[in-house]
């Protein structure tokens, strides 16, 4: 049973193949793990879909993005599951892009990113090629 109750809580995690919706995910699980998943974390996150990524209405995708980052354990796993997605999908430059999306929505609300924030980016930077061990 639980094995099966595993496998239905991944389930909206497995089905996105979209670079896009795929960096939603991950800047609002980086804004929850970070424990301050508040109005200055959405308002990061609208900005960056809206002004970054250069979506019109951002509504529908952030919200089926917070929706489906609450499936998540936490932000390496959605580096590792969708790092191969966005190495196919995206130049360099919009790789690079996104690490600094998320380095954004880490530091809304706060004035420097502490250890464990930097941590995780230098994760994701190796993750996207763009950080040699």
Do not use: C
């Amino acid at each position: 049973r639980r094995k099966f109750l595993n496998k239905v809580e991944d389930s909206p995690l497995a089905v996105i193949d979209d670079p896009a919706t795929a960096a939603v995910v991950l800047m609002h699980v980086v804004a929850a793990e970070d424990g301050k998943h508040g109005p200055a974390k959405e308002e990061a996150i609208r900005t960056e879909v809206t002004n970054t990524m250069r979506m019109g209405d951002p509504t529908e995708i952030i919200t089926f993005g917070k929706w489906t980052a609450s499936h998540a354990v936490e932000s390496k796993s959605i580096m590792m599951r969708y790092g191969k997605i966005w190495l196919e999908a995206l130049t360099r430059d919009e790789r690079s892009e996104l690490v600094g999306m998320v380095e954004r929505v880490m530091m809304a609300g706060q004035n420097s990113l502490a250890a464990d924030q930097r941590a995780r980016l230098d994760f994701l930077k190796q993750r996207l090629g763009l950080l040699l061990n």
